[in-house]
């Protein structure tokens, strides 16, 4: 099992930034790939940002959702995976969350919700003026 927990949510202005946190415990793997999710009030969770890594072959492949390229940024520090937020908008006002797998697959960076079998609690993000 893997354990996540998000943290650095909060309430930012248009324009302004946050860094979202991800800690990962358990039994963690030397690959897999981690991403971010959010849920907007009365829509779907949306995939936001993936990273695919293994530190035997030294990836850190990244894929975004075309609504936040440019802005977000995701990135890993040992079992910590985070997320920078720029530019933020009052449409990225979501519940953030962090999801896990264990599985690595050099051919493809997974982006669908049922490729990630383990899932934080969230994170509010609010951009408001």
């Known amino acids: 099992q893997v354990q996540l927990v998000e943290s650095g949510g909060g309430l930012v202005q248009p324009g302004g930034s946050l860094r979202l946190s991800c800690a990962a415990s358990?039994?963690?793997?030397?690959?897999?790939?981690t991403a971010w999710f959010r849920q907007a009030p009365g829509k779907e969770r949306e995939h936001v940002a993936t990273i695919r890594w293994s530190t035997a072959w030294n990836d850190g492949t990244t894929r975004y959702a075309e609504s936040v390229k440019d802005r977000f940024t995701i990135s890993r520090e040992g079992a910590t995976f985070a997320l920078q937020m720029n530019s933020l908008k009052p449409e990225d006002t979501a519940i953030y969350y962090c999801?896990?797998?264990?599985?690595?697959?050099?051919?493809?960076?997974?982006?669908?919700?049922?490729?990630?079998?383990?899932w934080g609690q969230g994170t509010q993000v609010t951009v408001s003026s």
């Open positions: 358990g039994r963690l793997t030397s690959s897999g790939a």
């Open positions: 999801a896990a797998t264990t599985r690595y697959d050099k051919v493809t960076v997974p982006t669908r919700r049922d490729r990630f079998n383990y």
